[in-house]
């Protein structure tokens, strides 16, 4: 490791050490329902869902969001897509289960997924709060930890018809995001 990259790593951590509870938010109570509705780990979800449960069913769902997407591109389909494909950019952000973040990119631009149970989940641009998703700023600095998250959403949405065929289960298995309960600390 060259010398200016050791001291940026150490005025990094220094940096972070000083910041104390900033950098990594501790969860937040939350109650055992949202809207009437059971509150649900990631995993949970993922396994109804398998499960062939939950067909057009709203759900509760808490976790950690981290977002880890980078600028890049890929190449057009030849067909269009639908938006709940999410093409070229599932997998970047959401919600996991554990604390961890859902991918983490490397310097040489490998890619590694969380280790346990996550989903990224589909955010309309209407829904109060989603580009909060995208703007908290120590949520896509590495090494730095997701935050606790609530959403009520649904699964099954009716934009799944306009995914192409290869894609429509991808689509009709995306949580699409009704409503942010909380993010970080702030619980509504």
Known sequence: MNRRVAEAMLALVTLVAGCGDVIVPTPVPTPATVDGLPLLRVGDVIAARAAGGLRGARVAVYGYWSDGSVGHSCAPPSEPTG??????HDGEWGITELQEAIVVVDNSGGVT???GPHLTPFVPAAVSGA???FRIAHVRMPGF???????????DDPRAADCRPQSRQLCLDRLVVERIVQLGDDLE
């Open 83 to 88: 938006e709940l494909e999410l093409y070229c």
């Open 113 to 115: 997924p969380a280790n």
């Open 131 to 133: 580009d909060d998703l």
């Open 145 to 155: 930890a997701p935050v606790p998250i609530t959403v009520v959403g649904h699964f």
